[in-house]
């Protein structure tokens, strides 16, 4: 098949393309805008294969991307692009709002117009897969896990942003018919993720001998899932899910912040003392770096997914541990570190 990717220079894209190109016999062309987030240095290794494409575009700008799929003719597009910083978000809400809202609408619309343009048999062959976050549920008090029918309550600009292109991928099934699948995954982490996000600036940081900041107490919850595990989850929904349905997909992995951070500090301990680490003099040990500051406004405290709809639909699950998905992925950022 010919699968068009959004965002695919991004964390979990450009895995999604790796794995795509080193498993299967499909086309890619990935089309991204190449934002900051962007990593094109996370592609390095297939960039050269015969069935890989690239085009620098804007999801936004309609005419650009109606060109690609019309030169393209894709049979399945996996739509990953999106601002997906919720500190970003606070600080500067309309480039979300503009990025996974416009540009999910517009993305939408060149997918029904192309998709309405194909032969009976290539119709019912097209698929729209839009790539969302369990943020959009918001907040988990007690101990029930987020499933696809649990209410949407976004807390942070992000997850509205997210939560409203969901809904439109929703509409454009309903009004419209268009051929769309839906996942809503937890908090992905794993190698070339970028340096704003807790883990990997856990690491970089901690090898730099710099604090480690910790939002309030650390007691927030995460659901981890390392990303090749997800990847393998996407590219089952995108060809085998059910149309119009929404999966979910989490590490089963539930994790604070706080219990984050110090497994980090055991692994480099493990991997690279900090009597080793000429910028840890005068420290004393990784975990001497933890500092607490103010939390996040709107911060919530817990997410944790319930991904049996997947499982016994799909046969997926996830292969990592936490501590096994970790230690690999501060054993890659070692090496980059010393490679510098």
Request: negative net charge.
């Amino acid at each position: 098949m010919k699968i068009l990717i959004t965002g695919g220079a991004g964390f979990i894209g450009s895995a999604l393309i790796r794995f795509l190109l080193n498993n299967t016999q499909h086309e890619v062309l990935n089309v991204d805008k190449l934002t900051y987030a962007s990593n094109i240095n996370a592609l390095a290794d297939i960039s050269n294969n015969s069935r890989y494409q690239f085009s620098q575009k804007d999801i936004c700008d309609a005419k650009a991307i109606t060109e690609l799929f019309n030169s393209f003719q894709p049979d399945i597009v996996m739509h990953l692009a999106a601002e997906s910083h919720v500190d970003r978000s606070i600080d500067n809400p309309s480039a979300f709002i503009e990025s996974n809202i416009i540009g999910t609408y517009t993305l939408l619309e060149v997918s029904r117009a192309y998709w309405h343009s194909l032969s009976l048999s290539d119709k019912d062959r097209f698929r729209f897969h839009h790539v969302s976050t369990d943020e959009v549920y918001g907040d988990l008090i007690n101990d029930e896990l987020f499933t696809e029918n649990t209410a949407y309550a976004p807390s942070s600009p992000y997850s509205a942003s997210k939560a409203a292109s969901d809904h439109l991928v929703r509409s454009w099934f309903r009004t419209y018919g268009l051929p769309v699948v839906i996942t809503n995954c937890s908090n992905n982490y794993g190698l070339y993720q970028h340096n704003e996000k807790l883990i990997p600036l856990m690491i970089t940081n901690a090898l730099n001998g710099k604090a480690l900041p910790i939002y309030g107490a650390g007691t927030q919850i995460r659901d981890w899932l390392y990303v090749d595990d997800h990847i393998k989850a996407l590219y089952l929904v995108a060809t085998e899910g059910r149309l119009g349905e929404t999966y979910n997909i989490g590490g089963h992995n539930e994790w604070s912040n706080i219990e984050v951070v110090r497994l980090i500090c055991q692994i480099l301990e493990q991997l690279f003392p900090n009597n080793d680490n000429p910028k840890m003099q005068y420290i004393g040990s990784y975990e001497a770096l933890i500092s607490f500051v103010t939390d996040r406004a709107g911060h919530d405290k817990r997410y944790a997914i319930d991904a049996s709809k997947i499982a016994n639909e799909l046969g997926w699950k996830p292969l990592e541990t936490f501590e096994s998905g970790l230690f690999k992925t501060v054993e890659w950022h070692l090496k980059q570190e010393v490679n510098k």
